[in-house]
């Protein structure tokens, strides 16, 4: 398989005002799984804060023949003090009034937006194509022909906006929020 990705950043910690170092690696493992039926990607996305992991997440996709990404959902644990605390935010296609979402159009065009998550009352992401032709520089490289979205979460009020960039070839390289960003730093 491939190696993981690795994402480097910060954050401002929204209690102390402190600006803390954030990781996220993500890796594709060796096997599938099968979601609402469908057999489908793992991805495994381990958050750090400050050096601690705070999560870690399977994440299940699909490629459709057309090119689209579909998103099946996540398992999720959440971690306080290194011990598991909950599953907040997990979700998965097929159960209950869930569907898949869309990660990535197969043929994005500007403007178009994109439900990432449909799961009612629990996740329900998503992006706008804000850019098609972005040149984005992380520690890992210079990318151009890069695609930029702004994500929302409606359930969040006030609504927060988040940025990212995907490049051809790699995929997400940079992500920027109102508390920080995240780069690509190995792949």
Known sequence: G????????EETDPETGEVVPIRLESTVLPETDTVAGVE????????????????TALDYFAQHRD??????????????????ADHD????AGEGDNLQG????????????FKQEQAPGVAEDEAKVVALNEAVTTPSGSFDGCL?????????E?????????????GLVREEFPEGHLDLVSY
Do not use: A, H
């Open 158 to 170: 006030p609504v927060v906006i988040e940025f990212k960039f995907y490049c051809p070839g790699v």
């Open 89 to 92: 935010g997990s979700w998965l």
């Open 102 to 113: 869309v990660i990535m159009p197969g043929d994005p065009v500007l403007g178009q937006i």
């Open 148 to 156: 930029k979205t702004e994500d929302s979460n409606p359930l969040e």
């Open 2 to 9: 491939l190696g993981p990705k690795v994402f480097e950043g």
């Open 40 to 55: 489908v990607l793992v991805l495994r996305e381990d958050d750090y804060v400050d050096g601690e992991l705070v999560e």
């Open 67 to 84: 090119g689209s990404v579909y998103y099946f959902g996540e398992r999720v644990d959440n971690f306080e003090n290194g011990e598991l």
